[in-house]
């Protein structure tokens, strides 16, 4: 049985993305690739939301043919290339890139029988609002957060908004160069 997992850089303050929806406040270095690496590492299926999914699909498959693309990028987009990736969007209609299933209803129960299927974890990416729903319907089994060290003041969050607790159960957590510390969470049984 696979877990659903998700991985998400976080302010201090617990925003996935800056008003703006811009990402350039996470301190992105060799350390955290490495990080990075590890995580996708455990992945046998990536789950994006909508504007996740568009923005990947614009710029990986055009990695595998730039000649500027550094070695990590190469082997990431053949990657992306060819795992299975899934998107949850209500508001798609049609997936094109390689190897894309696209769940627009009966969310907790197409996710349910992916997580009963045998390999590697679900891995939600980024993707605040499809984790969002995720987290609401009880789906989430462990939290991969990198938090970075900086406030915000707002912006894009999985965690505000919902009215309930969710109690967590550290894992692990390490502290990179940068003063990312990356945690590892499951909910608290």
Known sequence: MRKLVLFMHVSLDGYASDSNGGLDWIPYNEELEKYAEEVVAEVGSPVYGHTTYRMME?????????????????????????????????????VEWNNTMLIKDNIAEEIKALKEQSGKNLVIFGSPGAAKTLLELGLIDEFLLTICPVILGGGK?????????????????RTLNSGIIATRYELEK
């Open 157 to 173: 969050s999985v965690f505000h908004g919902n009215g309930e607790k969710i109690r967590l159960k550290l894992l692990s957590s």
């Open 58 to 94: 614009s710029y990986w498959p055009t990695m595998l043919d730039n000649p500027n693309a550094s070695g990590h990028d190469i082997e990431h987009a053949k990657w992306l290339q060819d795992v299975k990736k899934i998107v949850i969007s209500s508001s798609m209609d049609i």
